[in-house]
């Protein structure tokens, strides 16, 4: 008798209506998953604090790409943090907090994660094409140096471009937050296909805009501290980030019954 093959998994049940300072709700249970894995937690936010370091030598010569760089960083988080996001599982099923199961959490669904990553690739090919774009479109003669365009935006003497510029940035990092919320947790979860997850995500921050803008503003906060601190500071704000992701996937979608 032959076995059959696992039915694929249904739709997602996303709630709604949650409170508005949920963040820090999940901040709060993040920051228990890191004093319980430390050493693995740590390990990945080194990892991105090395790269962060890399953006900052890639600044220095591609100053123009500094929204794309940055774009490129923050689209790429959720896929290199599913690690943090495997420790947070673990804990929760009351296994031990080791790093080497983490290394390959995404094997499990590496199709769909695959996937996941292309999309977040070609949107982040976009914006580095957008960002050079406008660049061009304000600075017709040629390219001002790094320290003339730091001294434009201080004293805001072009604000038509920043304002342009600030504009087309954020429809793109809307456009990834908002397929990024849960899309992550929930392939790792459950296996899910990338393109419900990312329908799920969607769902999910059209269904708690209020909780979701303060945590949007949560993540672009932390994520600025671990810059301004020369991105040492991201080896604690990123796994912190991690894991109360993890913890926002669990309250924004209900558990799988089967």
């Not at 963040?23 to 991105?48: H, T, V």
């Not at 995404?106 to 070609?122: C, E, H, T, Y």
């Not at 982040?124 to 790094?146: D, G, I, N, Q």
């Not at 803008?213 to 040492?232: D, H, P, R």
């Amino acid at each position: 008798m032959t076995e059959q093959a696992a039915p694929p998994p249904g739709f997602p049940a996303v709630r709604a209506g949650l409170p508005l300072f949920s963040a820090f709700g999940w901040l709060s249970r993040g920051l228990d998953d890191f004093k319980a894995c430390p050493g693995p937690s740590l390990f990945y936010g080194i990892c991105f604090a090395g790269m962060g370091a890399a953006l900052n030598l890639a600044f220095a010569r591609y100053y123009h790409y500094v929204s794309a760089l940055v774009s490129g960083f923050l689209l790429l988080g959720p896929f290199l943090a599913i690690g943090l996001y495997e420790l947070s599982r673990r804990r929760e099923r009351g296994q031990p907090c080791v790093l080497r199961p983490t290394l390959t959490a995404w094997r499990g669904n590496a199709g769909n994660l695959g996937v996941f990553s292309l999309i977040l690739i070609v949107v982040f090919l976009v914006w580095a094409r957008a960002s050079l774009v406008v660049f061009a479109l304000f600075y017709t003669t040629e390219m001002p140096t790094l320290q003339g365009f730091l001294e434009q935006v201080v004293s805001l003497r072009n604000a038509e471009f920043l304002a342009v510029y600030l504009a087309v940035g954020a429809i793109f990092a809307l456009l990834v937050f908002a397929a990024s919320v849960v899309s992550v947790p929930l392939m790792l979860d459950r296996n899910q296909d990338s393109v419900t997850a990312m329908l799920a995500s969607f769902l999910a921050l059209a269904r708690n805009a209020p909780a979701m803008l303060v945590w949007a503003v949560t993540i672009a906060a932390l994520t600025a501290i671990g810059f301004a601190t020369l991105y040492a500071g991201l080896a604690i704000t990123v796994p912190l980030l991690g894991h109360a992701t993890w913890h926002a996937y669990r309250d924004l979608v209900e558990r799988d019954r089967t």
